[in-house]
């Protein structure tokens, strides 16, 4: 009964595990099948990858599920729209100035993780959302080479 079922999980849990290490390879090889073919069909970075979201022209978003930026939306002071900044906390702290109005006035600032941020709102981009670990070999190489 109850006790055959949770001990099939139990033994499934590395066979589930190797399906998502599986998945995960298969999505970082499209990835970098991509790049190796300059198809012009990906982008990297935090910086061009909001751009492109923006734009709506992704089609899946690949994010390590640890990427430690943060999203900072500045409003106030004499700023007639808010200015939305992606940067790590480390990069914040030598940023100061972004968070501040012409006039030197700190502004009010509004911090979340992007991850998060990400995967409330990736619908109204357009596009679908995948995480990826840097447990596997690619995993791991996607996350240090391209910052996740």
Known sequence: GEN?????????????GNI?????KKLIDEFFDNIAKDT?????GVRDTI???????????????DLPVKRYVCTGGNLE?????YMT????????????????QQLDIEMEDFV????????????SLEFV?????????FCRGFQG
Request: proline content about 0%.
């Open 20 to 24: 998502k290490f599986v998945k995960e």
């Open 133 to 141: 670990t840097n447990k596997s070999q690619e995993g791991s190489q």
């Open 4 to 16: 055959g079922f949770n001990q099939a999980i139990e033994l499934s849990q590395d066979v589930l």
């Open 51 to 65: 751009r492109a979201l923006e734009m709506g022209a992704v089609k899946t978003l690949i994010l390590w599920e």
């Open 40 to 44: 012009n069909l990906y982008c990297f």
């Open 81 to 85: 729209i808010e200015e939305v900044h």
């Open 116 to 127: 998060e941020y990400a995967s409330m709102n990736y619908k109204k981009f357009g596009c």
């Open 89 to 104: 906390e480390a990069e914040a702290e030598k940023s100061q100035h972004l968070f501040k109005d012409s006039d030197g």
